[in-house]
């Protein structure tokens, strides 16, 4: 059974940083590349980030360039997303997501995490 676990979240300060976790379990995850997600409150659920099976293709949505980092740790199969400079407009519950092809993780990805939420104040 596949299962991606996120956690990492929490309240943070404008400005701030966090970084997410997402442990993964039941795949092969050296043959998956990985992607981070968020949705806001009444808003559809948006990229942000992915990364592909050997780390070294990295895609990122223009409002997280500059300020989030997306790496993955194979020994632990855990993929991270760093976030700094944090924003209002950050806050959301932020989803990991599996799938063997770095160009479908980041649309229709096969494997979802439940989300962690992150909350940003001013």
């Known amino acids: 059974q596949v299962q991606l676990v996120e956690s990492g979240g929490g309240l943070v300060q404008t400005g701030g940083s966090l970084r997410l976790s997402c442990a993964t379990s039941g795949l092969a995850f050296s043959r998956y590349a990985m992607g981070w997600f968020r949705q806001a409150p009444g808003k559809e659920r948006e990229f942000v980030a992915a990364?592909?099976?050997?780390?070294?293709?990295?895609d990122y949505e223009d409002f997280a360039k500059g300020r989030f980092t997306i790496s993955r740790d194979g020994a632990k199969n855990t993929v991270y997303l760093q976030m700094t400079s944090l924003k209002s407009e950050d806050a959301g519950v932020y989803y990991c997501?599996?799938?063997?092809?770095?160009?479908?993780?980041?649309?229709?990805?096969?494997?979802w995490g439940q989300g962690t939420q992150v909350t940003v104040s001013s």
């Open positions: 997501a599996a799938d063997p092809l770095l160009t479908v993780v980041v649309h229709t990805p096969e494997y």
């Open positions: 990364i592909g099976r050997s780390g070294t293709t990295i």
